[in-house]
């Protein structure tokens, strides 16, 4: 069987790798180019590259190309088989090689769009969702295909979704938030993010129910209002209501219940919801309680037949069960009391609150009882008590017996008596009450009641007064009441008596405890004899006074002498002031009337002892004296005093101010004529009293005005004064208006700077002029610079130097106050020192190139003229450039410059320092590799490195003596993954000015990285199982390799050169690749084509059976090539064997089988749907420039049966 095996495989081989005779003689012209677009998609965007390649078919060399775009050839040429666009046109190529190129290709239209926009939407846009609700968010563009993916997020937050719509059951509030999405293909191009959509997800609110008048028990009749409500909740919510959880079949928000029966009571719930939306949990229950109205009853707490006023009734009205918010109605025959309390207590009044008593028991706003059953009162009036006294005197005194009776009209025995004196409970009860009075204590107002016992009391009666005074005391008085002396003539009355009331009373008189007379007064014309103590005493019934206090006269031998006195001692008095004298007399007396008089003539007479003339005017002067006169008598006259009377004089402003500005003091002074008295000054500014203050003071006869800053530039104040004496009412006439300008702010100080240069030269004149703008005077000028100071409006300096730099300010001065201008800059520098410089960064040059050489000065150029110097010898030229158009090596050495002023003539700078200049000749630029690899593999990286000695270098590329594309200025040229097309001599181009140099060349090579190839290398077991694929990875480069196997793009856990792979149904349909790696470069080789299994067992399967069938075949026809050998001629047995096997050379002819056309893969019309999914014979991997081919492409089928090889 073996034997067999090894003619049918050895057969299938060689039919199939049998390569095609070439005839490498023939010279292969170059073929017309096609473009090939790399990525095959249908729409490009704009921010995309697109790869083209120029392909020659059949080229076996390299080729230089030129690419154009709509029939114009791109600039700067591109000579490289591939190249990288991304803007929209029609693009062609075509391939040279020396003198012979090719057609140009057909044109590759290639056209990019703008990248469409996201466009985000609600699929039931609604202002708040709640948690079990769905929603569904779609992401839209204009165009979309179904390339494009998609990417959703919630407040900038990657979701991890990639749906074409995001649908939502929302769980809580957390889902609420900013949604946005982008569309995008993978590893292309991105939308920009969308507009955000808003979700707003609410808790479901918890319905709340409740009763508007929670009330424990309600009664028939009464309406109540049930409320549903949610927080927040909207008119979009609806309602349910439940009773004893019953559907009520209700959907209004509010349930209205009027009360009819105990069946309403029960336990009431609802739900509020959302149609087809949302429902809340089932409200916390309301219960209701009804019950029927009960019945009121009334009772009275003490039922008699009779009542008086003052006592209490209470009256109760009852129901049955709990009453706490049941409220009383009260009636008397059957009007309203208007009282709500219970039990009703009605203290009585009179005889109008007999009646009919009723109540009603009500729940305020709800329901009310009927009436009750009546309680009839009585009341009648409570009896008037009298009290009498015996016997009725007005005043007793003590040791007297009293009798009082207390009685009233048809009183009966039940009645009882309470005793009073002055409204205290004298704890009496019996009647006629005794008093034998014993002292005051026993006066008073005594009262009396009658009572029944915790009834009622009689108001109580009217008041007796029983007066009772102690033995009474007699007063002495006398006529005049005076406490002093007396004098020889006046007239004194004695009088006795019992505080005005001597009815019944006899007196009787006594002096130095001698009894003179009996009588009621005493009168004495007094004389020094009549000095002694009186007293006296009374007699009534049996009653003896004790004696009254006594009174001591003292009656002098001569009259007094009075003394005139002022009480404004002054010597001279003003019109208008006031004069008071003061009449003294010894001893003093309250009854004294005393007597004024001017030059001998009375003036005036008063009972005091003093005297005013309230507005004294010149004519008031002349000498005063008085005299005193008690009754009819006087004293002698006192001794004159001369007043002196004087017009009020006019007080004069002195000042030497006009004007006065912030800072200074201003003194204005207030002079008196009358210099001999004592003036206080007063200010007024505009006829407004000035007093001291912050900025006023006033001191003597002066105001001091300290002058601020204030937002008026500029007022007059007006100023006057007036004096006034000091301690007196006394005010001089106003003095004439003195005028005073006073300015906002300070003085406005002028310093002007001639020239006015901002900066001076040393050597120049300067003038610095000060000046003030307000219109002023009296000012002195002075100029300082640090300590130095000059007096003078103008300050100048002859030949400035480096010492007069500095701030300059003008002070004036005016009465020690000091006005500073602000700080003047007087800037003295020397002339500038100019800067010579080479207007590049390199001070080192090469023969040719051009060197500009710059004297800078900081100043204005064009003020300046210029002088150059080389080697200290002159040079011609004034401009600040010099200028060198091709330099050679004559051009070396030290250059200098200066600079003199054009208008300011003595004005001439320095020398500048030396500037050497180097004219070197030039040295090629050094070209290097990094890595210094001998060749690099492809795709690894490499740079070129450049360097030329200096600054300011630029350097450009080149490849095969052509610029490289795109154009490379810097120092090292990187290739990041390296192609073939890399291959070839690079040149660096160092360039500076006009001036470059090229290095020597550098050549670079680049070797294909070695391909996987992977094969199907199934056994023959495992074909006859039928359900494990062996596959096989080689690199054959002869090295040594380590392999990487992926399934999908995912990397496997396998390292071995063979994977076996069990045939399932997601097996058969998944990719597979593999590459090499190693250690040592090249690291890694490149993926070999993918491989998918499809239906390959399947296949296997028939072809195993077909290969049975033609095996069995085969053996019997070789058993029949034996018999015919052994039965027929030789030479018919060579002709039959002949034909009936296979050769190698019929392989080659036009000759068919089934086994050969299923070898060769030439379906037949049943096959013709099945092609794509034959055995795969052969994988590899062909490389060109650096791209590997079929690595994106769709994995290639198997179509033969190298796949035995494994078997042999």
Not at 683 to 692: A, P
Not at 736 to 759: C, K
Not at 774 to 791: G, H, N
Not at 1055 to 1063: E, F, I, W
Request: proline share 4%.
């Amino acid at each position: 069987m073996a034997m067999f095996q090894i003619i049918f495989l050895t057969v299938a081989v060689s039919a199939q790798v049998s390569p095609p005779t070439v005839n490498t003689d023939a010279q292969i012209p170059i073929s017309k180019p096609q473009i090939a677009q790399k990525t095959s998609h249908e729409l490009l965007y704009n921010t995309e590259k697109v790869t083209l390649e120029c392909e020659v078919h059949g080229a076996t060399t390299d080729f230089h190309y030129e690419w154009y775009k709509d029939s114009t050839s791109l600039k700067p040429p591109l000579d490289q088989a591939i190249i990288y666009v991304n803007t929209s046109g029609n693009y062609g190529c075509k391939a040279k090689n020396g003198a012979t190129e090719s057609e140009n290709s057909e044109p590759k239209n290639i056209h990019f769009q703008a990248i469409p926009t996201a466009k985000l939407s609600l699929e039931r846009a609604l202002p708040v969702f709640y948690p079990s609700e769905k929603v569904i968010l779609k992401c839209e563009i204009e165009g979309g295909s179904d390339e494009w993916s998609y990417k959703w997020y919630k407040n900038n937050r990657d979701l991890q979704e990639s749906k074409s719509s995001l649908e939502i059951t929302l769980k809580s509030k957390d889902d609420s938030g900013e949604y946005t999405c982008q569309r995008f293909i993978k590893d292309r191009v991105t939308t920009e993010m969308s507009s955000a959509v808003t979700l707003k997800v609410n808790a479901i609110p918890t319905a709340k129910l409740t009763l508007e008048r929670a009330l424990p028990v309600f009664y028939l009749s009464e309406k109540i209002i049930l409320k549903c409500e949610i927080e927040g909740g909207a008119d979009e919510w609806s309602y349910k209501w439940y009773k004893n959880n019953r559907d009520l079949q209700e959907s209004k928000s509010s349930l209205e219940i009027t009360l009819k029966s105990k069946d309403d009571s029960g336990e009431y719930t609802c739900q509020q919801f959302i149609k087809d939306r949302v429902t809340t949990e089932m409200s916390s229950a309301v219960t209701l309680k009804v019950n029927a109205i009960p019945t009121a009853k009334l009772t009275l707490e003490r039922a008699l037949p009779v009542f008086y006023p003052s006592e209490k009734i209470i009256l109760k009205c009852e129901i049955e069960g709990s009453a706490d918010e049941w409220s009383y109605k009260w009636y008397k025959n059957n009007r309203d009391l208007q009282e709500s309390k219970s039990p009703l207590e009605i203290t009585l009044k009179s005889k109008d609150d007999s009646g009919e008593y009723t109540c009603q028991r009500f729940i305020k706003d709800r329901v009310t009882t009927e009436m009750s059953s009546a309680v009839t009162l009585k009341v009648n009036a409570i009896p008037t008590a009298k009290l009498t006294l015996e016997p009725a005197f007005a005043v007793f005194y003590p040791s007297e017996m009293v009798t009082l009776k207390c009685e009233i009209e048809d009183g009966s025995d039940e009645w009882s008596y309470k005793w009073y004196k002055n409204n205290r409970d004298l704890q009496e009860s019996k009647s006629p009450l005794e008093i034998t009075l014993k002292s005051k204590n026993d006066s008073g107002e005594y009262t009396c009641q009658r009572f029944i016992k915790d009834r009622v009391t009689t108001e109580k009666s009217s008041a007796v007064t029983l007066k009772v005074n102690e033995t009474p005391r007699p007063t002495l008085t006398k006529d005049p009441n005076w406490t002093e002396y007396f004098f020889p003539n006046e007239t004194i009355s004695l009088t006795c008596g019992f505080n005005g009331n001597s009815d019944g009373w006899s007196l009787e008189w006594i002096k130095n405890n001698e009894t003179l007379k009996t009588s009621s007064n005493l009168t004495i014309t007094a004389k020094p004899s009549d000095s002694g103590q009186y007293s006296c005493k009374g007699k009534l019934r049996s009653v003896v006074t004790q004696q009254s206090d006594a009174i001591q006269l003292e009656v002098k031998d001569l009259w007094p002498k009075p003394l005139l006195t002022l009480s404004q001692n002054f010597q001279v008095f003003y019109n208008g002031e006031t004069i008071t004298f003061n009449c003294e007399v010894k001893p003093q007396s309250t009854k004294w009337t005393y007597l004024l008089f001017r030059d001998s003539l009375q003036i005036n007479a008063n009972t005091s002892n003093s005297f005013s003339i309230a507005s004294v005017q010149v004519s008031d002067s002349g000498k005063y004296s008085c005299e005193v006169k008690r009754r009819t008598l006087s004293s002698g006259r006192s001794d004159a005093r001369t007043v002196t009377v004087k017009d009020i004089p006019t007080a004069q402003v002195k000042s030497g101010w006009k004007d006065a500005f912030p800072g200074e003091t201003v003194s204005l002074q207030c002079v008196i004529p009358d210099e001999s008295e004592n003036w206080i000054n007063m200010w007024f500014r505009d006829e407004k009293t000035v007093s001291g203050g912050p900025d006023r003071n006033i001191s003597g006869n002066s105001l001091s005005l300290s002058v601020k800053p204030s937002q008026t530039k500029l007022y007059t104040c007006m100023y006057v004064c007036q004096g006034q004496l000091d301690g007196r009412s006394v005010k001089s006439v106003k003095s004439a208006t003195h005028s005073l300008n006073i300015y906002g702010s300070r003085p406005t100080i002028i310093v002007e700077q001639d020239p006015q240069y901002p900066e001076i030269y040393t050597g120049e004149q300067v003038k610095l002029k000060c000046s003030i703008q307000e219109q002023t005077s009296q000012w002195a000028y002075q100029w300082k610079k640090a300590e130095s100071v000059q007096a003078g409006d103008t300050y100048t300096i002859q030949s400035a130097t480096l010492s007069h730099d500095g701030l300059y300010k003008c002070n004036i001065i005016r009465n020690k106050v000091t006005f500073s201008s602000e700080s003047k800059k007087l800037t003295i520098i020397k002339p500038p020192q100019p800067k010579l410089s080479i207007e590049s960064e390199w001070k080192v040059f090469y023969p040719t190139e051009k060197i500009t050489l710059k004297c800078s000065i900081n100043a204005i150029p064009n003020d300046w003229r210029y002088k150059w110097f080389k080697n200290e010898n002159p040079l011609i030229g004034e401009k600040d450039t010099f200028l060198i158009n091709s330099a050679d090596r004559s051009h070396s050495g030290s250059y200098k410059c200066k600079a003199k002023h054009r208008q300011r003539s003595p004005v001439t700078t320095s020398e500048t320092e030396a500037l050497q200049i180097h004219i070197l000749d030039a040295s090629k630029p050094d070209i290097r590799k990094h890595p210094s690899f001998e060749f690099f593999y492809t795709d690894e990286r490499f740079h070129l490195d450049c360097n030329m000695s200096g600054v300011g270098w630029e350097y450009h590329w080149y490849k095969e003596s052509k610029l490289t594309q795109p154009s490379i200025t810097n120092t090292n040229f990187t290739i990041n993954s390296a192609s073939l097309h890399h291959t070839g001599v690079y040149k660096c181009e160092a360039k500076r000015g006009d001036f470059s140099i090229s290095s020597e060349p550098l050549k670079v090579e680049v070797h294909a990285r070695s391909p996987a190839a992977l094969t199907l290398d199934t056994e023959l077991s495992d074909i006859m199982a039928g359900n494990i694929l062996t596959l096989r990875c080689e690199v054959s480069d002869g090295k040594e390799w380590n392999y990487t196997w992926s399934e999908n793009g995912k990397e496997l856990n396998e390292s071995s050169h063979t994977l076996k792979v069990k045939a399932t149904e997601d097996t058969i349909k998944n990719e597979f690749k593999c590459k090499g790696k190693r250690t040592a470069r090249p690291l890694y080789s490149y993926w070999s084509e993918g491989f998918v299994a499809n239906n390959i067992v399947f296949k296997r399967k028939i072809l195993l059976a077909i290969s049975g069938f033609f095996i069995c075949c085969i053996v019997i026809l070789f058993i029949g090539c034996v018999v015919l050998k052994i039965t027929r001629k030789p030479v018919k047995k060579e002709t039959v064997c002949e034909d009936l096997f296979i050769s190698m050379a019929d392989s080659k002819n036009q000759v068919t089988t089934p086994l050969m056309e299923y070898m060769e893969n030439k379906p037949t019309e049943k096959e013709s749907e099945e092609k794509e999914e034959l055995i795969m014979d052969h994988v590899s991997v062909t490389h060109v420039d650096g791209v590997i081919k079929g690595e994106d492409s769709p994995s290639a089928e198997a179509n033969g049966l190298t796949s035995f090889k494994g078997t042999i």
